[in-house]
């Protein structure tokens, strides 16, 4: 069986750009954005950087670049950041701090990707010449692997508090900072605050086909330009990807809340039919995760049964499938993908 009706739960990354914002892009005006000339981009960077509560803003290719910039920029070959073990950064983006920046991560034991503090301090390395340096505590926000899972404030307090008593650098990998920030009410500028510097995208939840940026003070952009040259990511027109962006900042955030409530109602409805299969409590922003032994499955053959139903989702981690809701599935789309899933269920 297959279905001509596709319902794509994958990822957020699968979002294609609306009509404004494909027509911003052909109208864009462009500039060599290496010379920093790109008055569509300056603008962007100039928005993001204002509404981040920052001095300064970056365009990006990618979260993961944005990630490696600017975690290149705060620490350097021979150091180490530390990050929950679940962390994107160490676990997706194929070892490129290693293998690209020299840098160590080392993963620590969080709880939905939240560390506490006892944690961090007992994973910063004493001063010696035999150790690598501890320079930076990396957090995510919202949490993939934990389930779009929302940073707490008062962890990230507590954060920076061991990071100020051991003159470290917090970065944030908020790829999903809009979707904590709708969800929990916290502005993005109040996230910024605590942390040193963050990479966003735009290209998920906020439907852009490209993009991401990177925020901070207006130092450690400048470095981070020089980084972001460095590793291939020196752009010129790149005002026909930026004025997309601009779109997203105006029209894409508040709706974050539609997808919430879109992934509730999918959770709340895979756990009536098949208790404990998901965790409808812990579902903090748009993604579910579906323990498929519950259904009478393993996650690769349930990913296929449903898949044969046009609902596409994604094997995870042991045992689970993730389910995603975006721009792009509708109120409809969620009650079919519950059809779907009774009538798979054994
Ligand atoms: C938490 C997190 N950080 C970073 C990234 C990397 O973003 P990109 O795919 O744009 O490189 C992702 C992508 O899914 C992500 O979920």
């Known amino acids: 069986m297959t279905s001509e009706r596709i319902v794509d739960l994958r990822s957020d990354t699968v979002t294609k750009p609306t009509d404004q914002m494909r027509e911003a892009m052909a109208n864009a005006e462009v500039g060599d954005e290496v010379f920093w000339e790109d008055p569509t981009t300056n603008l962007l960077q100039e928005r993001v950087a204002e509404l981040c509560g920052e001095e300064a803003a970056l365009f990006v290719p990618s979260g993961s670049m944005g990630n490696l910039v600017s975690l290149r920029t705060m620490a350097g070959p021979g150091d180490e950041v530390i990050c929950d073990s679940d962390a994107h950064i160490l676990n997706y983006e194929v070892a490129s701090l290693a293998a690209v920046a020299g840098i160590q991560a080392r993963a620590l034991p969080g709880k939905w990707g939240v560390l506490d503090p006892d944690t961090l301090v007992s994973a910063i390395r004493p001063g010696s010449h035999t150790f690598p340096r501890t320079k930076v505590i990396a957090l995510e926000n919202t949490h993939n692997l934990a389930g779009g899972t929302i940073y707490p404030m008062d962890d990230i307090r507590a954060a920076r508090k061991v990071a100020d008593e051991y003159d470290l650098k917090i970065h944030m990998d908020g790829a999903r900072i809009f979707n904590a920030s709708v969800a929990s009410g916290v502005p993005v500028s109040d996230y910024c605050a605590l942390v040193d510097g963050m990479t966003f995208c735009f290209s998920k939840g906020l439907g852009c086909p490209v993009g991401s940026m990177v925020v901070g003070s207006a130092d450690f952009i400048h470095e981070a330009h020089r980084f972001r040259k460095m590793h291939g990511g020196g752009m010129r027109q790149t005002g026909v990807l930026t004025a997309a962006c601009l779109v997203a900042l105006d029209t894409m955030i508040d709706r974050l809340a539609v997808d919430h409530l879109n992934a509730r109602r999918l959770a709340e409805g895979i756990d009536q039919i098949a208790p404990g299969a998901t965790t409808p409590f812990n ?7 579906v323990t498929t032994e519950k259904l009478g499955y393993g996650p690769d053959e349930f990913v296929h ?29 969620i009650s079919w993908a519950l059809e779907q899933t009774a009538a798979v269920a054994r």
Request: proline share 0%; charged share 30%.
């Open 283 to 289: 579902v903090q922003t748009n993604m579910v995760l």
């Open 305 to 333: 049964a449903m898949g044969e139903r046009g609902i596409r989702c994604l094997a995870y981690r042991r045992g689970i499938v993730r389910m995603v809701t975006h721009k792009d599935v509708s109120d409809a789309d």
